[in-house]
Antibody
Framework: EVQLLESGGDSVQPGGSLRLSCAAS????????MRWVRQAPGKGLEWVSG????????YYADSVKGRFIISRDNSKSSLHLLMNSLRAEDTAVYYC?????????????WGQGTLVTVSS | QTVVTQEPSFSVSPGGTVTLTCGLS?????????PSWYQQTPGQAPRTLIY???TRSSGVPDRFSGSILGNKAALTITGAQAEDESNYYC??????????FGTGTKVTVL
């Protein structure tokens, strides 16, 4: 059974940093691209970042480019998101999602999310 | 900035049919955008319904179907059930590893 479990969400002041993690199990982690998606309170879903299975290539939404860094540790089946220079508009539930693969350009499994609150 | 537009809300009667659409401000949506659809109830993680335009994810009832209608991607619910009352989001692949979600549609079944 595929499981994705996010952690690391917290309340932080504007300008601060936070590192989110996603522990994966039930599939060959190193073979799967992974994504981060967020949802601000009462708002829609927003794709944030993605990383290939090898970790060699990363992608970012314009809203977080230059501030967030996605990474992975395939030896520990874990995905990370380092968030720097946090702003109030980064307040959201952050989900990690597994790429379905095989060129489908879609996500098949999601974690339950972790809440990040940026406020003074 | 790419905007992917969905209807804000729809109301459908139990057993009725509703079609949600997903459009681009700057282009026609085609299969090359690999449209996928996700269902989310408040407080829950999204659930994948449809991928690559019209392929149902495992366990998704066949009352959900995906297509391209004109210049938009579409999700049709045929024979809506009370449990289909949710928010629905489309996702488009923009190339170069970039994705954009639609604005979302709230479906009410009553």
């Amino acid at each position: 059974e595929v499981q994705l479990l996010e952690s690391g969400g917290d309340s932080v002041q504007p300008g601060g940093s936070l590192r989110l993690s996603c522990a994966a199990s039930g599939f060959t982690f190193s073979s799967s691209a992974m994504r981060w998606v967020r949802q601000a309170p009462g708002k829609g879903l927003e794709w944030v970042s993605g990383i290939t299975g090898s970790g060699e290539t990363t992608y970012y939404a314009d809203s977080v480019k230059g501030r967030f860094i996605i990474s992975r540790d395939n030896s520990k089946s874990s995905l990370h998101l380092l968030m720097n220079s946090l702003r109030a508009e980064d307040t959201a539930v952050y989900y990690c999602a597994k790429d379905r693969g095989r060129g489908t350009r879609s996500f098949d499994y999601w974690g339950q999310g972790t809440l990040v609150t940026v406020s003074s | 900035q790419t905007v992917v537009t969905q209807e804000p809300s729809f109301s459908v009667s139990p057993g009725g049919t509703v079609t949600l659409t997903c459009g681009l401000s700057s282009d026609s949506v085609s299969t090359t955008y690999y449209p996928s659809w996700y269902q989310q109830t408040p407080g829950q993680a999204p659930r994948t319904l449809i991928y690559t335009t019209n392929t149902r994810s495992s366990g998704v009832p066949d009352r959900f179907s995906g297509s391209i209608l004109g210049n938009k991607a579409a999700l049709t619910i045929t024979g809506a059930q009370a449990e289909d009352e949710s928010n629905y989001y489309c996702l488009l692949y923009m190339g170069s590893g970039i994705y954009v979600f639609g604005t979302g549609t709230k479906v009410t079944v009553l």
